[in-house]
């Protein structure tokens, strides 16, 4: 149905349906009900404000069918957008198949992005935020949102659905999980995707890399432990840049499957954080019972004049770095429970400052200005 080929079927048993705080079950003909100062139904529940701890159920939808589209926005600074999570509980499983930070589910790292699109994520210069990713059910939907941030927050959503979706019962379900090390451990390679079970489409990851040196250190290798791999993997990349499809360090560049939602600084050092992202869409890797994916920390100490492939190697030396990443994958249900985040001193530490232009205004009279929050 995302084909430009097949958007003018109109499709036969499938309902469109969208819920927001203006219309929180998706029911039909209930949306825009609540009343304002110009009368009901004339924007009376656009946004919460929602508090530090609290968790609020953004969706609750049964039956069959497939989450398209989520939108969401909120004032854009790191602490709101990585210290708050998002969790969605596929079929009456009782853990999540997906817990991230707002930031990563959104496609970006550190709690900072500048403008970048995405094969599945588009992300605006005021952090106007949304997410493309299919994610298909064939019982229920639950989606929370869980702030973590330390600070009221003003949340503005909505998530566009579909109803009546025809999918088998072993049809793949989002799964997405983080995972963040500060400071890695030297010698022992950074787990993107820890390993798990079953049938698995590994769709891609956000990394997030803060250098705690300032050498260039993006000469490990990605790789990809599947099935019966052991000591070794059956993929092997060239380095971190080279997996996220650049190449002689990273460029603040964006493209559909790979590229860099936000480089920290102006200059060429490569000594800032970094946010990538590597989706692997048209390049599927898919196993038949587990998989791992990790990435190594290795850096590049030039000393030489002659430069030959020998003397390349001499310079490589082991690193340990500031490192995060959150892996998307499909998976048939029941599956295992993911790791859950990490706690909040984890999660906000050493995180940038906003930049003054990332100050927002926002001229919507329901929202608070950014100084009436918290």
Known sequence: MNSLDTAYVIPDGIESRSICFENPTGARGAGGSAASPLGPGRKGDPVRHVHDGETVVLADIQGRGTLRHFWMTMHDKPW????SIIRIYWDGQ????????????????????????SCFHSVGSTRSMNAWLPMP??????????????????????IDYTLGDD???????LHASFHRENPTTLKQDFEILPEREG??????????????????????EMKVFMDGDEALPTIAGTGAEDYVGQAWGIQDEDFAYHGCAWREGT????????????????????CRERMKVTIQQIGHRPTYQARTIDDYKAELFERADDWSAAAFWYQALPSAPIAPCPPSEVLL???????PSDKPTNPDPAAPSPDAVD
């Open 80 to 83: 709101l957008l990585r210290g």
């Open 94 to 117: 009782e853990h999540p198949s997906v817990e991230l930070p707002v930031s990563e589910f959104f496609g970006f790292a550190h709690g900072r992005s500048s403008a970048f699109q």
């Open 137 to 158: 059910f064939t019982k229920g939907a639950r989606v929370e949102f869980h702030n973590r941030s330390g600070a009221r927050l003003p949340l503005f959503y909505q």
């Open 167 to 173: 999918h088998p019962e072993d049809v793949g379900r």
């Open 199 to 220: 049938r698995i489409r590994y769709l891609g990851c956000v990394l997030g890399v803060r250098p705690l040196d300032p050498l260039w250190w993006g000469e490990g």
């Open 267 to 286: 200059d060429d050092a490569d000594t800032g954080r970094v946010s990538l992202y590597r989706w692997h869409l048209a390049d599927p890797i898919v």
């Open 349 to 355: 530490a050493d995180l940038p400052e906003p930049a």
